[in-house]
Each structure stands twice: as C-alpha cells, then as structure tokens.
Nanobody, 124 residues
Framework: QVQLVESGGGLVQAGGSLRLSCAAS????????MGWFRRAPGKEREFVAS????????NYADSVKGRFTISRDNVKSTVYLQMNSLKPEDTAVYYC?????????????????WGQGTQVIVSS
C-alpha cells in the first residue's frame, strides 16, 4: 500500500512557476512508477507526466513538454513536478499517482494509488 499527499499548489500569474510535491509513504515507493495527472473544471482527467523508479524513463504530455519537469527523490520518497511558463489553461487540480508495477504510462487506469490533489490556478 502506498499513500500519497500532494502539496505546493496555489495561485500564480501567467508566465510564473510552481513546484508541486508528492510525499509517499509505504514500503515500495522506490520501485514505483510515478505520474502526475490533472483535471480542469468541466474536463476529464488528463495525463501530465510520469517517471520510472530510476528517474531515467520519463514521459510528458505534449501540452507541457519543455515547460514541466518531473523528478523524484527516492530517499525522501517524494516526486516533484516543476512547472514553468505557466498558462491559464494549466489551471486544474493536480494529482499524484503510483503504479505497483510497470513503466511510464499516460493511462490513468494503469495507476493503483492516488493522492487527494492540489489546486493550481493560473491567472491571466
């Protein structure tokens, strides 16, 4: 079992930056593929980024490539999402997720554990 708690959301102006954190507890964080997803008001959940346990394998949605960076610290059992050059369309609740096994994936149904989410609002 893995428990996930996100933090770092908030209100930021367009062009600004935020760093989200996801603290994990449980016995297998170091071997889990981790992902970030988001859900904007009135829209379906969408994939943002994922990272293998080693941090070598990473995958990003086209909409965030070059602006967002996923990273992880397995000693601290924490995964991060650095978000730069934020746009109003990045406004959403951001969720951290973990897979029990498997490599990076953009499919939410392939993740086994989810956090409660953290709100990001980007003003124009």
């Amino acid at each position: 079992q893995v428990q996930l708690v996100e933090s770092g959301g908030g209100l930021v102006q367009a062009g600004g930056s935020l760093r989200l954190s996801c603290a994990a507890s449980g016995r297998t964080f170091g071997s889990n593929t981790m992902g970030w997803f988001r859900r904007a008001p009135g829209k379906e959940r969408e994939f943002v980024a994922s990272s293998t346990w080693s941090g070598v394998g990473k995958n990003y949605a086209d909409s965030v490539k070059g602006r967002f960076t996923i990273s992880r610290d397995n000693v601290k059992s924490t995964v991060y999402l650095q978000m730069n050059s934020l746009k109003p369309e990045d406004t959403a609740v951001y969720y951290c997720a973990a897979r029990r096994r498997g490599t990076t994936s953009s499919r939410g149904e392939e993740y086994d554990y989810w956090g409660q989410g953290t709100q990001v609002i980007v003003s124009s």
